[in-house]
Every structure is written in structure tokens, then in C-alpha cells.
T-cell receptor, first 111, second 110 residues
Framework: DGGITQSPKYLFRKEGQNVTLSCEQNLNHDAMYWYRQDPGQGLRLIYYSQIVNDFQKGDIAEGYSVSREKKESFPLTVTSAQKNPTAFYLC??????????FGSGTRLTVV | DAKTTQPTSMDCAEGRAANLPCNHSTISGNEYVYWYRQIHSQGPQYIIHGLKNNETNEMASLIITEDRKSSTLILPHATLRDTAVYYCIVRVVDFNKFYFGSGTKLNVKP
């Protein structure tokens, strides 16, 4: 079945460490996105990519980095510069005329 | 993309229809209305979308007013499993970004 896979489901990070969240899709979608969700809040856009080797900052890109070397993959790195990284992270993909397909999310906790 | 306004929360009795409103008064002619829902700690799930005409699928119905400035998502027979946050989003088809607001928390009660 086609879908979008995020891993790991839960991730713990020590302060000062970088950590990378994985997002893989087999839907042949051109565009991929990363959102952050804090408790009781909506989704905020971190980064998005509409084609391979190109990506754009969203509303809250500071402290995050991404790459898009393959159509299927859009990993997100949470760097030590992100002051409050504890959150639920959601990856999504879409084609031009479809809506979004979301992954099941990664819950990141700083310990 | 046009912004949307939704009530923060709503209650619905199990088995009754749930009617979730959304205002999008600045919507443009080429912007579609999409609805998603998010059950706690899961990724949002697509429900339905439309441009001008009313739409229906196995999950829900979407009613869009003639002036397209508002819409209503209807869950015809709400169940406890429909308890979730429902997001109304407007989006230009050929420009992919979705902006999510805070949505409506629907509480379906026995």
C-alpha cells in the first residue's frame, strides 16, 4: 500500500544534541512538508519542498534544517539552535491536485 | 491562501448529525475548501474537499454557500470515534501549501 512513513514514533534528545527525523513516502508525490504541533495547538509549517533538491522555509524554520536528495525522502534535523524542540512533528506529502497525506508523527522530547 | 475561522469546540450527541461551520470570507475563485480531522496524537486525515458545489462521500458531506464565504461539514450520524479536531483549510490547487488553524474540537457524547 502507498503511504508515508515517519520514524521513530518517539524520540528523546539531550539538550545540545542534533537529531534527525525520518520521513519516507512511496506515493510518487512531488511535494513534501514538515509541520510542528504543540499541545492544544494547530500545525505550523517548518519547511516544505516542491521538487527534489529544492526546499523553502515555512513560518518557523529557525533551528531546523532539511534536505531533499530523493523524491521519496525528506528528513528533518532539529539542531541545538532550536530552543524549545519538544513537540509533535508531522510530515506530509502531496501532488498538485491531491490533498495532503500525513504520516503518523514523531513525538520529540528533550531530556 | 485565505484564512478560515472556526469555533473552538462543539458538542454532539452520538447518533445525531454533527454540523461544523467554517467561515472563509476572503476566499478566492480558484481556492478549494478542504476538511481534515486529527484524532489525538495521530496525523491529520483527509475528509472531503470542494470548490463550489456540495460534495458527499462515505465519511461526510460538504455544503458550500453560494457566495463561497462559508461552508459546513456534516457528519450525518456521529459516533464516539468521530471525536477529534476538525480543520477547515482553503488552498489554491496549484500551490501546495496548507495552513492549518486551531480547528474545532468536536466532542461526541454518549
Amino acid at each position: 500500500d502507498g503511504g508515508i512513513t515517519q520514524s521513530p514514533k518517539y524520540l528523546f534528545r539531550k539538550e545540545g544534541q542534533n537529531v534527525t527525523l525520518s520521513c519516507e513516502q512511496n506515493l510518487n508525490h512531488d511535494a513534501m512538508y514538515w509541520y510542528r504541533q504543540d499541545p492544544g495547538q494547530g500545525l505550523r509549517l517548518i519547511y516544505y519542498s516542491q521538487i527534489v533538491n529544492d526546499f523553502q522555509k515555512g513560518d518557523i524554520a529557525e533551528g531546523y534544517s532539511v534536505s531533499r536528495e530523493k523524491k521519496e525522502s525528506f528528513p528533518l534535523t532539529v539542531t541545538s539552535a532550536q530552543k524549545n524542540p519538544t513537540a509533535f512533528y508531522l510530515c506530509a506529502s502531496s501532488s498538485s491536485f491531491d490533498g495532503y497525506t500525513f504520516g503518523s508523527g514523531t513525538r520529540l522530547t528533550v531530556v | 491562501d485565505a484564512k478560515t475561522t472556526q469555533p473552538t469546540s462543539m458538542d454532539c450527541a452520538e447518533g445525531r448529525a454533527a454540523n461544523l461551520p467554517c467561515n472563509h470570507s476572503t476566499i478566492s475563485g480558484n481556492e478549494y475548501v478542504y476538511w481534515y480531522r486529527q484524532i489525538h496524537s495521530q496525523g491529520p486525515q483527509y475528509i472531503i474537499h470542494g470548490l463550489k458545489n456540495n460534495e458527499t462521500n462515505e465519511m461526510a458531506s460538504l455544503i458550500i454557500t453560494e457566495d463561497r464565504k462559508s461552508s459546513t461539514l456534516i457528519l450525518p450520524h456521529a459516533t464516539l470515534r468521530d471525536t477529534a479536531v476538525y480543520y477547515c483549510i482553503v488552498r489554491v490547487v496549484d500551490f501546495n501549501k496548507f495552513y492549518f488553524g486551531s480547528g474545532t474540537k468536536l466532542n461526541v457524547k454518549p
